[in-house]
């Protein structure tokens, strides 16, 4: 390698090592005239074509540039995670920067000014804890042995990662701080207040710009060129959310339905993973978005069961699979910002169910009244009214009974031990899936 090329990759990988060490006062701003070769580097690299890398284990994310992809992997060390330059020869990597939990602020404090001075760069604290941007101590390649296209990608690199770490960001375990978005993916854009005046803008995504269904759901916060994601549905550990775009305008609402006097976002998928749709309620509580409910029901509704002034939601979860199936319907309780089933609940709902039957029947004494509350009682596992219904009704069944022509009259009568087996395993379900006691415990 010429002289010159070498002098030329020492002054650029200075300035890259640290530049408030070799050029004091300049660790923002990169200055043409700092170095030939970093100025080339420079030229048409920024962090407009950005990604986000999180590291969820450690709580933060950086924005990296597009055009690192498939050029650097990360390792887990004992202080951290460490960034390396891939080589092609095997076993061969060089060090670009590692992020480390250096300690406490004042172990930072009592750190060595030198090594804050040429090594290292607080990024941050949480929770008592100092994160810093450890540089390497030396030159990671020979340049008398690398190619020189692999030294100067690798001191590119070093350059570039300047940029990098005013994006650092701290997270939580479940959702990203920032996100750059590919606008040609945005599905739908739009912006909503909350109750506490903050505006937010909810983004639908879809990874594949060819698909006609979105796939996820994110929020921000100040929507800005730099975006600060609150909420992404993909980061929730929770499939995505099929719906058509055709179908997108009217498949969710931002409104109070269950009267508490903050507005929850609903969504309705296209309901093709499941005999019923699922459905999506995110609420906000304390400028953050949390799901409240993901589940696969016909309808959602709320009442206050329980006279408490907080109102349960319910509503079919299983559809009839034949005609004498009357389905499944579930009671959800809200506990600690989310809606669990509750089995007591949803027993009771059936036996107002069957009271609202029985007072239809008693009103208007019908065929078609008694079949229906027949079926409620059978719904219930409620064998003594079964068994004292068909006893005193018996005169009024009997021309039905053995008609074909009337089987839709009296099809739950006709199928009570078929129904009585089935809501039997349903209620079994009931008793073993009860989230609300659990999470009282």
Not at 63 to 79: A, D, I, L, S, V
Not at 81 to 95: D, P, Q
Not at 223 to 240: A, G, M, P, W
């Given at each position: ?16 090592l640290?530049?408030?060490?070799c ?9 043409a ?9 420079q030229e048409?690299?920024?962090l407009?074509?950005?990604?986000v890398?999180e590291n969820?284990?450690?709580?933060f994310?950086?924005e ?25 020869k ?30 290292a ?6 929770e008592g ?7 390497p ?5 020979n340049?008398?042995?690398?190619e ?6 690798y001191?590119?690199m ?28 945005v ?19 879809r990874?594949?710009i060819e ?15 730099k ?9 929730q ?32 998928e ?9 459905r999506?309620i ?29 109102m ?23 506990q ?8 007591v609940?949803?027993k ?20 078609k ?7 409620r ?5 409620d064998?003594e009214?079964i ?11 009997a021309p ?22 089935m ?15 659990a999470?009282?415990?």
């Amino acid at each position: 390698m010429k002289i010159k090329q070498y002098v030329i990759l020492i002054l650029g990988f200075c300035l890259a090592l640290n530049l408030t060490g070799c050029n004091k006062g300049s660790s923002e701003t990169l200055q043409a005239e700092d170095s030939l070769y970093i100025s080339e580097s420079q030229e048409g690299n920024s962090l407009e074509g950005s990604y986000v890398y999180e590291n969820v284990e450690m709580g933060f994310s950086l924005e990296m540039p597009r055009t690192w992809e498939g050029k650097f992997f990360t390792e887990k060390t004992q202080e951290g995670v460490s960034f390396y330059h891939k080589n092609k020869k095997e076993g061969l990597h060089a060090e670009l920067f590692s992020i480390y939990i250096f300690g406490t602020e004042g172990d930072w404090e009592n750190a060595s000014p030198e090594f804050k001075e040429y090594h290292a760069l607080e990024l941050g604290v949480r929770e008592g804890m100092v994160y810093v941007r450890v540089r390497p101590s030396d030159f990671q390649y020979n340049p008398e042995e690398e190619e020189e296209s692999v030294i100067r990608e690798y001191e590119s690199m070093l350059v570039e990662s300047n940029l990098i770490f005013d994006s650092f960001r701290f997270i939580n375990e479940k959702n990203p701080s920032v996100e750059q978005s590919d606008p040609s993916k945005v599905v739908l854009e739009e912006e909503f207040v909350t109750e506490d005046g903050l505006t937010y803008t909810l983004v639908l995504n879809r990874s594949d710009i060819e698909s006609e269904y979105y796939d996820n759901i994110r929020i921000y916060k100040e929507y800005t060129s730099k975006k600060e994601c609150v909420f992404d549905l993909q980061s929730q550990d929770f499939n995505i959310l099929g719906v058509k775009l055709d179908e997108v305008p009217a498949f969710y609402t931002y409104e109070d339905q269950n009267k508490d006097g903050i507005k929850e976002l609903y969504f309705t998928e296209s309901g093709l993973l499941s005999d019923y749709p699922r459905r999506l309620i995110i609420g906000y509580f304390n400028e953050t978005f949390e799901i409240m409910f993901f589940r696969p029901i016909y309808k959602i509704e709320y009442q206050d069961f329980d006279g408490d002034g907080s109102m349960e939601l319910f509503g079919e979860t299983i559809p009839g699979q034949v005609s004498y199936d009357m389905g499944f319907e579930e009671v959800f309780r809200l506990q600690n910002n989310k809606y669990y089933h509750a089995a007591v609940a949803t027993k009771e709902f059936a036996d107002l169910m069957q009271e609202e039957a029985l007072k239809r029947f008693n009103k208007e004494r019908s065929i078609k009244n008694l079949n229906y509350l027949i079926g409620r009682y059978a719904y219930s596992n409620d064998l003594e009214s079964i068994d004292r219904l068909l006893l005193e009704n018996e005169q009024m069944m009997a021309p039905y009974i053995e008609n074909p022509d009337y089987y839709e009259d009296v099809m739950y009568i006709s199928n009570i031990f078929s129904m009585i087996e089935m809501y039997e395993e349903r209620w079994q379900w009931n008793h073993d899936n009860d989230e609300s006691l659990a999470v009282s415990e």
